[in-house]
């Protein structure tokens, strides 16, 4: 999971915000949930940031170069890319990406950096994901190696928002 990922031993802490578009409104929901935060010892987490994993409009690339600066300026360090309405990411996850959509990548990966922050990039393969399947595996791996091409080099693999029937291995 990506919490394990993030925190190998059980003492860590993370603070990350989950905001919809929609709900951006100039930034300043960032700003006042980060105020929250530093008033709860926010320098007890080790990593404070973004994640873009809800439902609803994507972000625009300048969108998300305004919230790295934001975030950036106060004092965040990861952004998780993760938003369901990317076809790429969930309903689409086993295709690669267009060469178009690399190059915003590979943008918003320098962006990042150069702002000290670190840029995850996250799967939702849960709907059409066979755990069985040589082949899921391959794309799996050929997906985050085309990620990783443009500078990523944090990755999680989310299987939120399914049904399911419990079976053997739940």
């Not at 840029?119 to 082949?135: D, H, M, R, V």
Request: hydrophobic share 35%; aromatic share 14%.
């Amino acid at each position: 999971s990506l919490f394990r990922s993030l925190y190998p031993n059980d003492d860590a802490k993370v603070a990350l915000l989950n905001i919809g578009s929609e709900e951006l409104k100039g930034n300043e929901i960032i700003k006042e949930t980060y105020q929250i935060l530093n008033q709860r010892q926010n320098e007890d987490f080790e990593f404070k940031g973004y994640i873009e994993g809800y439902y609803g409009k994507l972000l625009s690339w300048k969108d998300r170069s305004t919230i790295l600066k934001s975030i950036s300026h106060l004092g965040m360090n990861l952004y998780i890319y993760a938003p369901k309405e990317d076809p790429y990411h969930r309903i689409k996850w086993s295709t690669p990406y267009p060469d178009d959509a690399l190059h915003n990548f590979k943008s918003f990966t320098e962006e990042a950096t150069k702002l000290g922050i670190t840029p995850y990039f996250c799967l939702s393969p849960g709907i059409s994901f066979n755990k069985g399947a040589a082949s899921d595996l391959e794309n799996l791996k050929e997906k985050f190696n085309q990620l990783h091409s443009v500078g990523f080099s944090e990755f999680g693999i989310l299987f939120d928002d399914l049904e399911f029937k419990r079976d053997k291995y739940l």
